[in-house]
């Protein structure tokens, strides 16, 4: 099993000022295909719910499903601002605003290994237009309910309503 997780303290840290969050579990059967482990060490995942003017911001993946902005936190980062890279450098947008909303459990059960990663669900607030990035496609959304179909986009769309 490989374990990807923030350092000790920066959970002391997240227990002590998010006493209320419990942390939700996924888990996926990905036995039929192996991990691909070709990228930097991270140590978490985040997950953005960008609110904006016209809707809830969305990413289109190259096989035309929609999620929410997401990123890995490289493993010397600390997580807001992974937060903030993964939202400007990835999908063009600025954040204005930043709340921690959920904290995910999530692991991938592979033919070859057992992935381990917590996904951090952060609600936040734009005035921008997403601005053109070949990386990824974004737009805004007022049915983003209806559009995503990952469980966990749905599961950070709802804990992020409370924000």
């Known amino acids: 099993m490989l374990i990807e ?29 192996k991990a691909n482990l070709n990228y930097p060490p991270c140590k978490a995942h985040v997950v953005i719910v ?16 929609w999620s929410l902005p997401s990123g890995r ?38 033919s070859d290994l057992t992935i381990k990663r917590l996904h951090f669900v952060y609600a936040a607030v734009t005035d921008d237009e997403p601005q053109p990035n070949p990386k990824n496609k974004v737009g805004f959304f007022t049915n983003a309910e209806e559009m995503v179909e990952d469980d966990i986009s749905k599961a950070a769309l709802t804990d992020s309503k409370e924000k």
């Open 73 to 110: 936190v490289g493993a010397a980062e600390e997580i807001p601002h992974a937060v903030k890279r993964v939202a400007t450098e990835d999908f063009g947008l600025m954040l204005r605003s930043l709340d921690l909303a959920g904290i995910y459990d999530v692991i991938w059960h592979y």
């Open 50 to 65: 960008v609110k904006g003017r016209n809707g809830t911001a969305l990413s289109q993946a190259k096989d035309g499903a």
């Open 5 to 33: 997780l923030p350092a000790a303290d920066e959970i002391d840290d997240l227990a002590i000022t998010t006493p209320k969050f419990e942390v939700r579990k996924f888990e996926f059967n990905l036995a039929h295909s």
